[in-house]
């Protein structure tokens, strides 16, 4: 399917910029992985190391704000859109760029701004 006709689409489902997780939902999310590593790592010291650092994580996000936990997961979510956007365009015209490439695109787009709604 053609990129614009499923923005289009995708538009009618939902407003990214009004895609917002609460913390706690963000939290679930990083429980619900840990919770599968937990499961699947196979190693006890690679396993301890991965929910060593979720726990890490997920202290960082329960000691801060809620409106800026938002944000921040907002202006991920954004980006990760925009490098599978990038991705899938390049690959619809037979094209196999470097992700590396693709990523540079992406970063450069956060960082100017240009990702985002100018109406706020």
């Known amino acids: 399917m053609h990129w614009e006709k499923l923005k289009i689409k995708l538009s ?49 996000i329960r000691t801060t704000d809620e409106k800026v936990i938002q944000d921040i997961w907002h202006d991920m979510l954004i980006g990760f859109f925009e490098l599978i956007r990038l991705n899938d365009e390049a690959r619809m015209k037979n094209e196999f760029p470097k992700m590396e490439d693709l990523l540079n695109l992406t970063l450069e787009k956060l960082a100017s701004g240009e990702l985002f709604d100018q109406r706020k």
């Open 12 to 60: 009618n489902i939902f407003d990214v910029d009004k895609f917002n997780l609460t913390k706690e939902q963000i939290l679930l999310v990083f429980s619900a992985i840990e919770k599968r590593w937990t499961k699947t790592r196979i190693s006890k010291v690679k396993n301890t190391r991965y929910i060593l650092a979720m726990e890490l994580i997920k202290v960082g």
